[in-house]
């Protein structure tokens, strides 16, 4: 848990193909290509170690995941269904929107089941964990005026700690982390509107407006990176440490049609 981790991985699951390299300071580096299983619908990276699931069959698969490669080290039958799946340095957590969840450490190449929840909140929407703090949200309220109401707590040695929530007069929307931060990023109209804020030790979650953007499908995030994307091919890359997010730039040739995109923290 002591070196952060700049690995990211993108994945088609059409066809299998995936790319990985490393995402420090918001500078790209290309690293490999490879093919794996079609069909995952969700990966969750942490300090070493990646995740990945199909959420429809449970099947999945977890590796080591450092210097921008990653290596398979066993293949999993989780149970199908599970809504999201998010890791920090050394955990990661399952959840289902129905309030079910699962945590465990993810360390090493390898999954550790520890706990099983049947007490967790109903009907969060997005989630997104730094390196210790996972952070949670649901929306509420009409189309025309939307609100979140956010949870939180610390996500470590495999176990999920309920720390307080907090209700919000407008909407977050989707969130992502870097290993000490969190990014929410909310369609307003034909912009993306952008929030940050810290989110270490389980606790210190206060959403601060920084602007806007246009629209991006997807960000991918490493421990100090933030990688944003265009299902067209378009990219663009930040950083986002103890709470200050920064622009680097865009990015030239990058390939159309990635469907995942999961980074180390």
């Known amino acids: 848990m002591t070196t952060p981790n700049t690995s990211i991985l993108f994945y088609r699951s059409d066809n299998g193909q995936a790319g990985t390299g490393t995402?420090?300071?918001?500078?790209?580096?290309?690293?490999?290509?490879?093919?794996?299983?079609?069909?995952y619908t969700h990966g969750a990276a942490s300090r070493d170690s990646l995740l990945l699931y199909n959420q429809g069959t449970g099947a999945g698969e977890v590796g080591t995941f450092t210097g921008g490669t990653y290596t398979r080290?066993?293949?999993?039958?989780?149970?199908?269904?599970?809504?999201?799946?998010?890791?920090?340095a050394d955990s990661v957590i399952f959840y289902n929107a129905t309030g079910r969840g699962v945590t465990g450490?993810?360390?090493?190449?390898?999954?550790?089941?520890?706990?099983?929840?049947?007490?967790?909140?109903?009907g969060w929407g997005t989630m997104a964990s730094s390196r210790d703090t996972l952070v949670a949200a649901a929306r509420?309220?009409?189309s025309e005026f939307p609100w979140s109401n956010v949870g939180y707590g610390s996500l470590s040695g495999g176990v999920y700690t309920d720390k307080g929530s907090i209700p919000r007069d407008d909407f977050l929307g989707t969130l992502t982390a870097t290993s000490d931060s969190v990014l929410s990023w909310a369609r307003a109209g034909g912009e993306l509107?952008?929030?940050?804020?810290?989110?270490?030790?389980?606790?210190?979650?206060?959403?601060?407006?920084?602007?806007?953007?246009?629209?991006?499908n997807k960000v991918g995030r490493t421990s100090d990176s933030l990688f944003f994307y265009k299902d067209d091919g378009t990219a663009w890359t930040s950083t986002l440490v103890n709470g200050n997010y920064t622009n680097v730039g865009p990015l030239a040739q990058v390939s159309s049609g990635w469907t995942l995109i999961e980074g180390g923290v």
């Open 23 to 39: 995402l420090s300071g918001g500078r790209w580096q290309a690293k490999a290509m490879l093919r794996l299983p079609t069909g």
């Open 73 to 88: 080290v066993k293949t999993y039958g989780f149970a199908p269904d599970w809504t999201f799946i998010e890791a920090s």
């Open 193 to 216: 509107e952008f929030r940050v804020s810290k989110a270490t030790n389980g606790t210190g979650i206060s959403f601060q407006r920084i602007g806007t953007s246009g629209i991006w």
């Open 140 to 142: 509420h309220g009409s």
């Open 105 to 122: 450490t993810l360390m090493n190449g390898a999954f550790q089941q520890v706990r099983v929840y049947n007490d967790f909140s109903s």
